[in-house]
């Protein structure tokens, strides 16, 4: 398991002025299942038809800083993402970030169990908690949320979070005011102090995506009836999709802790996941594709395995979350503490590029801002975790621009 480094405490003159002068910093349901979350600490640590992993993997990947083999196709270049602004601060370890159909967000608090709405101006309201949460002492508590793609006529909200019997998936209706009418859809997904996953979100076919880590149980991420090292795709009552590979929530296995999904504009499914001692990695998900875990850790020759369209050394990323805007993957970095941007055109994933470096800390989750011609992101910090060193209400969420 992996201890994080202690932060530094001095800064040389050269990064000094570079951040003074706004530069960054860079470095080349009703259905029961049977069935978690990486931090830098013990652990590295209703649609019709699907339209994720139209691409398939044909190159292995490497290593951030070493050479690559050329991508089939070269990805565009795009403008340099901006210096953040804060948009709130005073947060406690925020995780999950979803948009309402206003443009405003609801966040999560992982270990007060409460979900906030934050306008993009930085108002910032409580509007519940989520019952039936428990920590772990390590990565476990509420994790992600998700608004439904229909909210303005079902009023549901999503969230996964770690319970006393597993880590769950659970409606909740929203009325715009308050969270009320709680209900499991999913459980018995195995938990554990860490590697607990706990990232969902809709998929462009209107089905919801959910990422389960192996619950410190390697074997379990290569055992399809199990839906821990999983990405699952189910419909909005927690039944499986429409197309499944296996017939059951599996949509994807041989994981280890991945915590991050998105979408290209091309409906690719692209997934960044925590490695162990080794790499950290970012696939491109492809319905039914063993990813390797615990076999593999990174690009690997076992038959049948997939490789990673890139991987890093886990102290330069410890990913937590993805989000594909200007063309490119965004990466938030936890033990790394920087935001990678991996241009991608097609299946190909280009050189990937860091910004923030040890300036912000651990670095939780990244979502692109909503709304015609928008091209910013959010950015949350998780400082106040027992992996960081910030106090609580030391978190803060940001904006960048991609300008």
Same mark, same amino acid.
Request: hydrophobic share 35%.
């Given at each position: 398991?992996?201890?994080?480094?202690?932060?530094?405490?001095?800064?040389?003159? &050269?990064?000094?002025?570079?951040?003074?002068? /706004?530069?960054?910093?860079?470095?080349?349901?009703?259905?029961? &299942?049977?069935?978690?979350?990486?931090?830098?600490?013990?652990?590295?640590?209703?649609?019709?038809?699907?339209?994720?992993?139209t691409g398939r993997?044909?190159?292995?990947?490497?290593?951030?800083?070493?050479?690559?083999?050329?991508?089939?196709?070269?990805?565009?270049?795009?403008?340099?993402? *901006?210096?953040?602004?804060?948009?709130?601060? #005073?947060?406690?370890?925020?995780?999950?970030?979803?948009?309402?159909?206003?443009?405003? &967000?609801?966040?999560?608090?992982?270990?007060?169990?409460?979900?906030?709405?934050?306008?993009?101006?930085?108002?910032?309201?409580?509007?519940?908690?989520v019952p039936n949460?428990?920590?772990?002492? *390590?990565? #476990? !508590?509420?994790?992600?949320?998700?608004?439904?793609?229909?909210?303005?006529?079902?009023?549901?909200?999503?969230?996964?979070?770690t319970a006393a019997?597993?880590?769950?998936?659970?409606?909740?209706?929203?009325?715009?005011?308050?969270?009320?009418?709680?209900?499991?859809?999913?459980?018995?997904?195995?938990?554990?102090?860490?590697?607990?996953?706990?990232?969902?979100?809709?998929?462009?076919? /209107?089905?919801?995506?959910?990422?389960?880590?192996?619950?410190?149980?390697?074997?379990?991420?290569?055992?399809?009836?199990?839906?821990?090292?999983?990405?699952?795709?189910?419909?909005?009552?927690?039944?499986?999709?429409?197309?499944?590979?296996?017939?059951?929530?599996?949509?994807?296995? /041989?994981?280890?802790?991945?915590?991050?999904?998105?979408?290209?504009?091309? !409906?690719?499914?692209?997934? *960044?996941?925590?490695?162990?001692?080794?790499?950290?990695?970012?696939?491109?998900?492809?319905?039914?594709?063993?990813?390797?875990?615990?076999?593999?850790?990174?690009?690997?020759?076992?038959?049948?395995?997939?490789?990673?369209?890139?991987?890093?050394?886990?102290?330069?990323?410890?990913?937590?979350?993805?989000?594909?805007?200007?063309?490119?993957?965004?990466?938030?970095?936890?033990?790394?503490?920087?935001?990678?941007?991996?241009?991608?055109? /097609?299946?190909?994933?280009?050189?990937?590029?860091?910004?923030?470096?040890?300036?912000? *800390?651990?670095?939780?989750?990244?979502?692109?801002?909503?709304?015609?011609?928008?091209?910013?992101?959010?950015?949350?910090?998780?400082?106040?975790?027992?992996?960081?060193?910030?106090?609580?209400?030391?978190?803060?969420?940001?904006?960048?621009?991609?300008?």
């Open positions: 398991m992996r201890t994080r480094p202690a932060r530094r405490a001095t800064w040389t003159v &050269a990064v000094t002025a570079a951040l003074a002068a /706004g530069f960054l910093l860079s470095a080349p349901g009703t259905g029961r &299942a049977i069935g978690t979350n990486h931090v830098a600490g013990p652990s590295h640590t209703a649609g019709a038809g699907h339209t994720a992993g993997i044909t190159a292995p990947s490497h290593t951030a800083g070493s050479p690559a083999p050329a991508p089939a196709s070269a990805p565009a270049a795009a403008s340099e993402p *901006g210096s953040p602004k804060t948009v709130s601060s #005073g947060w406690s370890i925020p995780w999950g970030l979803s948009w309402l159909p206003d443009g405003s &967000a609801l966040l999560t608090e992982r270990d007060s169990f409460k979900v906030y709405t934050l306008t993009q101006s930085g108002t910032k309201r409580q509007i519940g908690e949460v428990v920590t772990t002492g *390590g990565e #476990g !508590g509420l994790l992600s949320i998700a608004v439904s793609p229909s909210w303005k006529s079902d009023h549901y909200v999503y969230v996964m979070h019997d597993g880590n769950r998936i659970a409606r909740m209706a929203f009325d715009g005011s308050a969270l009320s009418d709680y209900k499991v859809l999913v459980d018995g997904i195995r938990k554990n102090t860490y590697h607990n996953g706990g990232r969902i979100k809709f998929g462009p076919d /209107g089905y919801l995506y959910a990422t389960t880590g192996d619950a410190q149980s390697p074997d379990l991420a290569q055992d399809k009836t199990s839906l821990n090292g999983k990405i699952l795709r189910m419909t909005p009552d927690g039944t499986p999709a429409p197309g499944n590979p296996f017939g059951s929530l599996v949509y994807s296995y /041989g994981h280890r802790n991945p915590q991050g999904i998105t979408w290209d504009a091309e !409906g690719r499914l692209w997934e *960044g996941e925590l490695g162990d001692s080794k790499y950290d990695e970012l696939n491109l998900i492809e319905p039914g594709k063993n990813y390797g875990w615990p076999i593999c850790e990174g690009g690997c020759s076992a038959t049948g395995m997939t490789d990673p369209k890139r991987q890093w050394p886990v102290a330069e990323a410890s990913p937590s979350a993805v989000a594909y805007a200007d063309g490119a993957i965004y990466m938030a970095a936890l033990r790394g503490e920087r935001l990678w941007r991996i241009p991608v055109a /097609g299946t190909s994933a280009g050189t990937p590029k860091a910004y923030y470096t040890n300036h912000y *800390g651990r670095l939780r989750t990244v979502e692109s801002v909503p709304g015609p011609g928008t091209k910013s992101l959010w950015l949350t910090t998780t400082n106040a975790d027992n992996n960081g060193d910030g106090e609580a209400g030391s978190d803060k969420v940001f904006q960048i621009d991609l300008g």
